[in-house]
């Protein structure tokens, strides 16, 4: 199905054949002249930009020329161009001065090098084309410069707070941008919306200058009623600016604060070194007192002391401070400060007071010296006595074992082993840094303490002759105790380790029948008298079965070794008597030779076979006997 306007566009087409055909019998007929030319061009400041204006369509000739508008509205020309066939021929007429001067590129296109902010202007290309007419198009320049760093002027003066209109705070400057930045003020970070109109609360100005490079410089100021919370509040201002294709910057100034002059309202005094939370100090430590109110700048600070509902002014300064060298339990007392603030608000109380307490701990008294001496059994008390404030606590120690609490120590049926160094201790529970100790030693007099290692009985039961026993001997008293043994050779009496007052002797020595009957004694003396230790060994056995078997041993043993040795003599003789040899009854005396039957007969070999044949057979029947 065909659309309702298909008959009209049918009947159309006829018309704008024949117009065609119109236009190509008459070659002076031409399509209208156009321009591209982009209506606003950005470029940053020292950068080249290029300006174009390209007609559109066909024309073999054309004439193009680029204008300027000056601020007065007129028009210089700049350039022109005449297109000849296939070329465009280049002429400047008016480079206004610039550098470097304008330029127009063999496209027709205007240059301007190095962009300033004089080139901020509308720039006009116009081309005629004869028959297919004039054609004419704008081309705006802005040129964007980023401004220099942002500088901030505080005002650096005593500013008051009780001021009831807005005070100059600072002056911020931006300078040489292009266009002109916006300046925005913040305090702690926070942006101060404030108006350009004069206002009691606060309020800005603003003044701008072009400068001779053409670039503009923002100045802002700004005013404020101030508050006594803006004396520790940062305040700092930034230039917002402008860029190329709708893009912003931001340059901040540095942070500052301002100097605010307000009245005292609190004061506050205290001391200021190492104290107790009691508020007591200890004597000969430097003390300082330290004075502070909240006024600004600071006010002036009057100390003093009170006696006798008297003030003794001790010190006037800036600083509100009050040093103590050395303090002295008699710089006890009441110390006050007051705050020389002439702004202040009649309800405002300007003086402090406090109490200086010194604590001071004298040093110990015994009521006994350093060394005492009692008799064994005996009772003693013994004092410790101190001054000091707060009132002192006192403890008695041995051997870093708690006696008791108080001044005085009790000491009762006293033994040896009361010996020793007792401690008086005072401390100041308030103030713990301060204490002191006193002590004394305490020796008990009395005649010795013995004691002995007892003999360990043998595993048998019985001690033997000759056995090697070692007797220990221990003893203490005051004075030292001599030890001594019934039999020389006992070892000097030494210190035993850790047993206090305990001396110690050994004797080494053999087991006898003596011994067993008379014992082994030490002794233990000094001049309060002497102690004495018998050791007794029991049953001790004599050694006589043991010798007999010993000496028994010996003589076989010699026995036999002689036995062997006359043996091996007999048999390594040769050519002498006969050793051993069978003779019968009536024969010859011992004393006379025998010979024998046969030259070839060794006499010591016959004699020695026969003999072992039946030598020990017959030895006893007196028909043949062996001898040797």
């Not at 008459?26 to 606003?40: F, K, T, Y």
């Not at 110390?335 to 402090?352: I, P």
């Not at 004394?440 to 033997?464: C, I, M, N, Y």
């Not at 056995?467 to 005051?478: F, K, M, Q, W």
């Amino acid at each position: 199905m065909e659309p309702p306007d298909a008959p009209a566009r049918t009947r159309g087409a006829p018309r704008l054949l024949l117009l065609a055909v119109l236009l190509a019998a008459h070659p002076d007929a031409q399509a209208e002249v156009r321009l591209s030319v982009p209506p606003l061009v950005e470029v940053m400041r020292g950068k080249s930009v290029i300006l174009d204006c390209t007609p559109t369509g066909a024309h073999d000739h054309y004439m193009l020329e680029w204008f300027l508008t000056d601020r007065s509205g007129a028009r210089p020309r700049l350039a022109s161009a005449e297109m000849q066939g296939s070329e465009l021929q280049v002429t400047m007429h008016d480079t206004r001065g610039r550098s470097p001067p304008y330029q127009l590129d063999s496209q027709g296109r205007l240059v301007l090098a190095e962009a300033q902010v004089g080139d901020e202007r509308d720039y006009v290309c116009v081309v005629r084309a004869g028959a297919a007419g004039t054609a004419e198009a704008t081309a705006r320049l802005s040129v964007f410069a980023k401004p220099e760093a942002t500088e901030v002027s505080p005002n650096k003066g005593t500013l008051s707070v009780m001021e009831d209109s807005a005070q100059e705070i600072a002056t911020c400057n931006s300078r040489n941008g292009n266009p002109v930045p916006k300046i925005t003020w913040y305090r702690n970070g926070q942006r101060l919306e404030v108006p350009v109109e004069m206002n009691p609360e606060g309020y800005m100005t603003s003044r701008t200058v072009r400068e001779a490079s053409g670039l503009l410089s923002l100045t802002s100021t700004l005013y404020l009623r101030l508050r006594k919370d803006d004396r520790d509040n940062s305040f700092h201002c930034a230039a917002h600016y402008s860029l190329p294709e709708g893009r912003h910057g931001r340059l901040d100034s540095p942070t500052f604060h301002l100097t605010l002059h307000y009245p005292t309202e609190h004061v506050r005094f205290w001391v200021d070194s190492p104290s107790t939370p009691a508020g007591w100090v200890r004597e000969g430590d430097t003390v300082q007192l330290l004075c502070q109110g909240d006024g600004s700048p600071s006010p002036e600070y009057t100390l003093f002391r009170l006696q006798d509902e008297q003030e003794e002014v001790l010190n006037v300064n800036l600083e509100g401070n009050l040093t103590l060298e050395g303090v002295t339990r008699g710089q006890s007392g009441t110390y006050g400060c007051r705050v020389e603030d002439y702004d202040a608000a009649d309800d405002v109380q300007l003086s402090k007071t406090l109490e200086l307490r010194v604590a001071y701990l004298d040093p110990l008294e015994l009521s006994e010296g350093k060394v005492l001496s009692l008799p064994l059994n005996s009772s003693a008390v013994v004092n410790c006595s101190v001054h000091g404030l707060p009132t002192p606590a006192l403890r008695w120690t041995k051997d870093s074992t708690p006696l008791g609490d108080g001044p005085m120590l009790s000491l009762s049926s006293i033994t040896f082993d009361s010996n020793g160094t007792y401690i008086c201790e005072a401390s100041l529970p308030t103030v713990p840094v301060l204490s002191r100790t006193e002590n004394f030693t305490l020796l008990v007099q009395g005649s010795p303490e013995l004691r002995a290692a007892e003999v360990e009985p043998k595993a048998d039961g019985s001690w033997r002759e000759g056995d090697e026993v070692t007797l220990i001997c221990s003893a203490r008293g005051h004075p030292e105790p001599k030890l001594s043994w019934s039999q020389l050779g006992g070892s000097p009496a030494e210190p035993i380790p850790g047993r206090q007052g305990w001396v110690s002797s050994s004797l080494t020595l053999k087991v006898t029948s003596a011994l067993s009957r008379d014992g082994m004694s030490c002794e233990a003396s000094n001049p309060h008298g002497n102690k004495r230790h018998v050791f007794h060994f029991g049953t001790v056995s004599p050694q006589t079965s043991q010798a007999g078997v010993a000496v028994m041993a010996v003589a076989v043993s010699v026995g036999l070794l002689l036995l062997v040795v006359a043996v091996f003599y007999c048999m390594r003789r040769k050519g002498g008597p006969g050793c051993c040899r069978r003779r019968e009854k009536g024969a010859p005396p011992p004393g006379e030779p025998e010979l024998s039957h046969s030259g070839s007969e060794r006499p010591e070999q016959t004699g020695l076979l026969m003999g072992g044949a039946s030598g020990g057979a017959r030895g006893g029947s007196g028909g043949f006997r062996d001898e040797c």
